[in-house]
């Protein structure tokens, strides 16, 4: 199977690279639920200093990742919709089918009206980039050897050009959440057998274009109920 595409780090701030230290420990279990996270054992553990340690705990627990005293929060507690722990949770692999069930229900509960908007607010500009998308998507696909990284890349930039184009300014923020859980989801599903997402896409875009807000709706919803079937 292929692995989901390296997470990018922040800058090389002193105090970003010790949250990015911290966060990496306990999503990736080190730090195990409810332990408290005592300064000169971490501090010696990460090999941090303890006044630029306490920052960073500081920054995780405004993130929800550690309560007020400093111990490790349940999962269920963690801010998925900031966008640090959603990437730190994604770096942390294997991503639960819980987690990609959770991502179907709010693309459900969000993308079909966002769809529809798109239909009635459309510019050439957006349908450019939806067209830009299918092209890669059906690149990816045509490729001799599968290409899950670029599968990925081309579904997640239609998903946020489709989430632009609504003119919702609400829609338009969650690529942030929606784009890189999708990129990871979409990763591990083209790496073995999965339907061809280009059908189901088109058909989204083509409604799109010609203004058909019903028709982009039912589109959207007949495209999840197929991306539901492949989920992990």
């Given at each position: ?165 609504s003119g919702n300014r609400f829609y338009a923020q969650l690529p942030r959440v ?40 039912t589109a959207m919803l007949e495209l999840l109920d197929v991306s539901l079937r492949?989920?992990?």
């Amino acid at each position: 199977m292929t692995s989901s595409p390296p997470v990018p780090h922040p800058g090389p701030d002193v105090h970003g690279t010790a949250m990015e230290a911290v966060a990496r420990a306990i999503t990736e279990g080190r730090y195990a639920t409810g332990a408290t996270l005592e300064l000169p054992r971490v501090a010696a553990d990460l090999t941090l200093t303890e006044p630029v340690l306490g920052e960073a705990l500081r920054a995780l627990a405004a993130k929800g990742l550690l309560d007020g005293t400093g111990r490790v929060r349940p999962r269920s507690a963690w801010n998925l919709l900031d966008s640090d722990v959603l990437r730190w949770t994604l770096a942390a692999a294997p991503v639960s089918p819980a987690f990609y069930g959770d991502l179907h229900e709010l693309r459900r509960s969000v993308e079909p009206p966002a769809a529809a908007l798109a239909a009635q607010h459309r510019s050439p500009a957006d349908l450019t980039v939806l067209d830009s998308a299918l092209a890669a998507m059906a690149c990816a696909e045509r490729a001799e050897h599968a290409d899950p990284v670029g599968a990925a890349q081309a579904d997640a930039t239609f998903h946020t050009a489709l989430l632009t184009a609504s003119g919702n300014r609400f829609y338009a923020q969650l690529p942030r959440v929606i784009a890189p859980a999708l990129t990871t989801r979409v990763c591990v599903v083209h790496a073995g057998p999965h339907h061809h997402p280009l059908p189901c896409h088109s058909e989204v875009a083509a409604r799109i274009r010609e203004r058909d807000a019903d028709g982009a709706y039912t589109a959207m919803l007949e495209l999840l109920d197929v991306s539901l079937r492949d989920d992990p």
